[in-house]
Structures are given as C-alpha cells and as structure tokens.
C-alpha cells in the first residue's frame, strides 16, 4: 500500500492504474465461450450434461439436473439453525428497502380527450447465475432474487454449478429457498449462461439473467446480451473511504482489508485531509494483516490497487472521490452528511464510523450488486427497475388528433416519409 500526496498526477496515475484491472484482450476466453455458447444453443442438454462432466466432473442426466425438494430439506440440516435465522432476517431488510422502489403504471387523461401513461409490468422469467467453483455466496442469492420477488417475477430459475458429489452448496440452496427461487439447475459457467438465455430441454429460456461469476461466466452474459436482457458485467471490488482527523484510525484500516480480500484485483483507497491518519491507519494495517486469513490475496491486492492519499482539503477529497467513482464509498469524517451532498457519482455510500461496508454486503437491505470501474457515473446498484419492463399507452379521439393532424403530416413528409404523413391525413379526408 503506496501513501501519496494527491495531486493532479498522482491522481490520474491511479486513475490509470485501476483501469489495467480491465485485463486488454479477452480474445482467447472469447473464443472458447462462444463455442460452448452454440454448442449448447444447438444440442441443449446433451451439451450441458458433456460440459458439467468435463468442468465440474458431475455426472448429469434429466432427471438429477434439477434440485429436488428433498435435497432443499437436507440442505437446511446441514447448516447452522442461526445461519438460516440471520439469512431469513437479511431478505427480509433487503424486501423491506426494495419494495420502496417500487413504481405504479400511470394514465394521465388531458381535456382534449386524450390519454397518455405508462403500464409498468414484471417480466415474465429472470434467471441468476450463483457461483460455485471456490466459494458459496447465499448472500449474492438474497440480493439478485428478493428484487425480482419484489417486483412480481413469477418463475426465477437459478443455475449454480455442482459439486463433484453433484450437490450444491447447502448455504446456496436454503438462501434459494428463503428468497423464493422457483427452481434450482446444477449448472455452471458459460453452458448455464448459454441454457438460460436459449432454453434446453431441462432448463426454461429467461427474460433477463443477472448475477455475479468467473471469466467465463461474465463474458458468456456479454454474449447472450440482446437475445436476453443482463445486468452488467462485475468488475473487481472497490472501497474508497474519505475521512478526516475525526477517524478512527483501525476502523478505516479494518474497512480498507475487508474488500482488499476479495481478490487480488480489487482496490482499496484511503483519502484523507489527515497526515496523522494516513500514517495510523498503515500501521493499523500492518497489525490486522498479522492476525486475518486470506493475506496473501491482500497483500497482493494492496501492493497493485492500495493506495492512501493525503489530500490538501475536503474539497480536494471530494473531486477525487466523484473522479475515482467507487463501487463502495465511505465517510468518515465530523459531518459526513454535508460531504456526501458533494458527492455524484458512487455505488453505495456508507456515512460515519458504524457505517461499516460489510454491513451493506449482508444486511443493511441496499443491494450489494454495484457498478465497478469508474461505471457509478452512469450505472444503479441492481433494483426493482431491473425486473420492470415499461410500455406507453397513447389513446387520442377525433378532435384530439384533429387539432395537431397537420403538424404530424409536415413533420413526416420533411423526413420524406408519405405513408406516415397518409395514415393520419386519410383519417380527415
Ligand atoms: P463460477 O461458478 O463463476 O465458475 C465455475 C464454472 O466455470 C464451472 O462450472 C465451469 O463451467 C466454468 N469453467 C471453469 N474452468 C473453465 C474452463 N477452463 N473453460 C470453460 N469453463 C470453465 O465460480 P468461480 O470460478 O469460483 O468464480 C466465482 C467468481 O464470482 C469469482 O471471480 C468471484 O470474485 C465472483 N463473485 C463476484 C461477486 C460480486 O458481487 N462481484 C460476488 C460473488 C462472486
């Protein structure tokens, strides 16, 4: 972890630097996607069975496929009672905040006897991709599914990879089952991308597949993408924390570690007006990484993407903050609530010393699905919205279209289109 003054280049290095975690080219990956892609658009399960084989070493066939109701009742045995009570407590936080979100179909009647709004409507089937492989995320289950409940999505058709055994994760399942998933495929990587945006004979074609996973599984979505709706590609995970003399030191060290963890990509700032601070929270650092897991991850994370800088003033602070546009943002500073005014572009911020990020990964109810790489200048957290489809309704009476037929037959035949300028001229003949 480098500590820096920030200035004009030592922030557009950073700038930079950050963006190499987009590695350049993804030609080679491309390629073996887009083959399993068509392998399984054109021979359905008999691909999906060849590639669990030969990448997760399960054997599948149609009938095991599918998660069964007894294999959901053994999952809840083989987890802690506590767990499965703090996941209910979670969806329950994450249902609460989404169902704020939620927007009404509007029809606005004007005196000249038209009628314009919008009808908002779930869709129909989504799809979420959890990952296996190295790890279980019942958490990421909570967040990509409770959206979708709260938005009225009928059938949720989840797909996570097996096990050698051909089990699923116990943690995944009951988060799957508390979350409301409809039905469970043991099916990973780009073949369960493949087999939910094109159906199989086992598994239903969705509307929209979202959720996080490895190379394979991001650039499979980024090729679907058209013939489903995705919800963006994930990149590695961020933390930027501004803060001034006012905090606590091994709080923000704690905070920085805890996204440092996630992967040797991912990036973890400290900006702060306080040379003290900077200095204390290196050393806070150092201590922690004597006594956590996962070092190595955090020590390589820290070396490429770790930095602390120490900024002239809380304005200086700010910019950089809206130029690095983190994933997760938070605020430690005497009044966090008048700096978070100044700040536009963020995933999710965290306000004062017991805003804590984990707290927003597990339990707060915010979605933890967040746009990385700088993309929180243009993209939400995952949302209701993101399970809505809107279509506009236009209803106009003779004497409504009467008072503006001539305007819409100029504006057609300037674009030279007659046909259009006809179907309303023929209507006043
Ligand atoms: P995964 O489920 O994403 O991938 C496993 C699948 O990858 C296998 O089923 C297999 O089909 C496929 N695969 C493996 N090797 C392959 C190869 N050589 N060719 C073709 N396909 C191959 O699980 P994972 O690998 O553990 O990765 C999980 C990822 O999800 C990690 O990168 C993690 O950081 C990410 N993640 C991100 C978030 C987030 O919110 N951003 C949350 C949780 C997990």
């Excluded at 086992?202 to 959720?211: A, N, R």
């Excluded at 400290?270 to 956590?292: M, P, R, W, Y």
């Excluded at 897991?293 to 994370?301: E, F, L, Y």
């Excluded at 700040?343 to 306000?351: D, E, P, Q, S, V």
Aim: aromatic letters at 8%.
């Amino acid at each position: 972890m480098r500590t820096l003054k920030l200035t004009e280049e030592t922030q557009s290095e950073l700038l930079g630097n950050l963006l190499n975690r987009n590695p350049g080219s993804y030609t080679e990956y491309e390629n073996i996607v887009n083959d399993i892609i068509d392998n399984v658009r054109k021979n359905g399960d008999k691909a999906v069975f060849e590639y669990t084989l030969k990448f997760d070493k399960s054997e599948l066939n149609a009938s095991n496929i599918r998660v069964t109701e007894d294999e959901i009742k053994e999952a809840y045995k083989e987890l802690d009672p506590k767990f499965v009570e703090v996941m209910k407590k979670s969806a329950e936080n994450i249902r609460v905040f989404h169902e704020k979100q939620k927007r009404n179909s509007w029809i606005d009647t004007r005196e000249d006897g038209s009628i314009l709004g919008q009808r908002i409507l779930p869709i129909e089937i989504s799809g979420v991709y959890v990952p296996g492989g190295k790890a279980a995320y019942p958490s990421s289950v909570l967040m990509n599914v409770v959206p979708a409940k709260v938005a009225g999505v009928e059938r949720i058709v989840m797909c996570t990879p097996p096990g050698k055994d051909g089990k699923v994760n116990p943690g995944t399942l009951v988060a799957a089952d508390i979350a409301g998933v409809t039905e469970v495929y043991k099916v990973g990587g780009a073949q369960a991308i493949a087999a939910m945006a094109f159906g199989t004979e086992s598994i239903p074609k969705v509307d929209k597949i979202t959720g996080p996973g490895n190379i394979f599984v991001a650039l499979a979505k980024k090729a679907c993408f058209g013939h489903v709706s995705i919800d963006s590609i994930a990149g590695p995970s961020e933390i930027l924390v501004v803060a001034d003399e006012t905090a606590n030191a091994r709080y923000v060290a704690a905070d920085l570690l805890s996204q440092a963890e996630h992967d040797e990509l991912a990036s973890a700032i400290l900006v702060t007006t306080s040379e003290k601070l900077a200095n204390d929270v290196s050393a806070e650092i150092e201590g922690f990484l004597k006594e956590l897991s996962r070092t190595d991850i955090i020590k390589k994370s820290l070396d490429n993407y770790g930095y602390i800088f120490i900024a002239d003033d809380m304005d200086a602070a700010v910019d950089a903050a809206n130029a690095i546009a983190s994933e997760h943002l938070e605020i430690i500073t005497k009044d966090p609530y008048e700096v978070m005014t100044k700040i536009k572009n963020a995933g999710a911020i965290f306000l004062g010393a017991y805003s804590s990020e984990p707290l927003g990964d597990y339990f707060a109810g915010p979605n933890h699905i967040l746009p990385t790489n700088r993309t929180a200048r243009f993209f939400s957290p995952l949302n209701v919205d993101d399970f809505m489809k809107k279509t506009s309704i236009i209803s106009y009476s003779r004497d409504a279209l009467c008072k503006v037929h001539e305007d819409i037959e100029l504006f057609a035949k300037e674009e030279g289109l007659t046909a259009h300028a006809n179907s309303i001229a023929v209507r006043f003949e």
